[in-house]
């Protein structure tokens, strides 16, 4: 095992750490897991970067890289709506709350949960580019990552990693009994990050699938397809 596929088998080993530790009401294994998190993304540029650079591009790295990209999409995604549930309102989760796992991004229009089709909108395009990509792969056609997509997942990656910098900072509020301008002023600025990012991705999410569907319907089709 080379050291681009080591990157990522240790991606997926913390994937569960990652999705259990924010359920913790506790700073310090929220810290933990926006930790965990950040050196998750990291390394998921940078195997790839060393694979290519090095030539060490492996069956075993095609096959393992985008599984660890999906795990670590739902293990993230599934403790965030938990948490960020929606019906969680400002005057509810702000300062105690925190310790009760109420988390919605906090902004100054209001706190912003995460919605159920937020989660079916990014969760469905995964499965159904799955699908896509083995059907186009069965007629000897591999679908390669276009701009938007590549887009797309930067933009999971910030509103991600904006949430669990949240549920950390939050819970460290509630804890230590921090209300101040300042601190306003930071979980405010985070959560705007937070929410233009989750829009960004949503919409990016849809309209990378779209491009997909246009320049590779045949596939679904059964079209014939040209060498």
């Known amino acids: 095992m080379n050291l681009p596929t080591s990157f990522t088998v240790g991606r997926i080993a ?25 050196a998750a993304a990291v390394t998921d540029y940078v195997d790839g970067r060393l694979a ?17 990209d999906k795990l670590l999409l739902v293990a993230t995604l599934i403790p965030m709506f938990v948490l960020m549930r929606p ?20 902004t100054p229009f209001g706190d912003i949960p995460l919605a159920w089709w937020v989660l079916a ?18 007629r ?30 939050a819970t460290l509020a509630a804890e230590r009994g921090w209300d101040s301008h300042p ?3 930071f979980a405010n600025f985070n959560g705007l990050v937070g929410v233009l ?6 919409a990016l999410t849809v309209y ?9 319907g045949k596939f679904l089709t059964g079209a014939p397809v040209r060498s």
């Not at 509810?92 to 009760?100: E, F, M, S, T």
């Not at 990378?208 to 590779?216: D, E, G, I, P, T």
């Open 14 to 38: 913390v994937t569960p750490l990652i999705a259990w530790l924010p359920l913790a009401p506790s700073s310090a294994p929220r810290l933990g897991a926006f930790l965990l998190f950040v």
């Open 52 to 68: 290519r650079s090095r030539k060490q591009e492996t069956d075993l790295g095609r096959l393992l890289d985008p599984l660890a």
């Open 87 to 106: 019906g969680a309102h400002a005057e509810d989760a702000w300062p105690g709350k925190a310790l009760d796992n109420v988390l919605p991004f906090r």
């Open 121 to 138: 909108v990014v969760l469905g395009r995964e499965l159904f580019m799955t699908l896509f990509r083995q059907l186009a792969a069965r």
């Open 140 to 169: 000897g056609v591999v679908i390669a990552a276009i701009g938007p997509a590549k887009w797309k997942t930067a933009m999971q990656l910030l509103w991600i990693g904006s949430a669990y910098c949240w549920f950390f900072a």
């Open 183 to 185: 601190w306003n002023a």
């Open 197 to 202: 990012a989750m829009c960004s991705a949503v």
């Open 208 to 216: 990378s699938m779209a491009l997909y569907v246009r320049y590779y």
